[in-house]
Nanobody, 124 residues
């Protein structure tokens, strides 16, 4: 059974940084697409970043491009999201997800397994 567990969320002031982690069991992440999404209260789940396979191109939403960085640690079977220059509008629950390399993209339905999420709150 594939399980994903996010960690690293918290409360930070605007302009600050956080690093989110997503550790996996039951699947070797390097062979699968990995994505980060977020969901603010009352809003749909929103694409943040995706990487189809280890060493492949990484795509970011326009709202986080230049501030967030996706990374993989294959030895640890973990992916990360480094978030810098945080803004209050980045406040959301952040989720990691894994899916088939050729199917997964920017839509949540394209991913097979999800973590439970970690809360990120950015104060102004």
């Amino acid at each position: 059974q594939v399980q994903l567990a996010e960690s690293g969320g918290g409360l930070v002031q605007a302009g600050g940084s956080l690093r989110l982690s997503c550790a996996a069991s039951g699947r070797t992440l390097s062979s699968y697409a990995m994505g980060w999404f977020r969901q603010a209260p009352g809003k749909d789940r929103e694409f943040v970043a995706t990487n189809k396979w280890s060493g492949g191109s990484i795509y970011y939403s326009d709202s986080v491009k230049g501030r967030f960085t996706f990374a993989r640690d294959n030895a640890a079977n973990t992916v990360y999201l480094q978030m810098n220059s945080l803004k209050p509008e980045d406040t959301a629950v952040y989720y990691c997800a894994t899916g088939n390399t050729y199917r997964a993209g920017v839509r949540p339905r394209e991913y097979d397994y999800w973590g439970k999420g970690t809360q990120v709150t950015v104060s102004s």
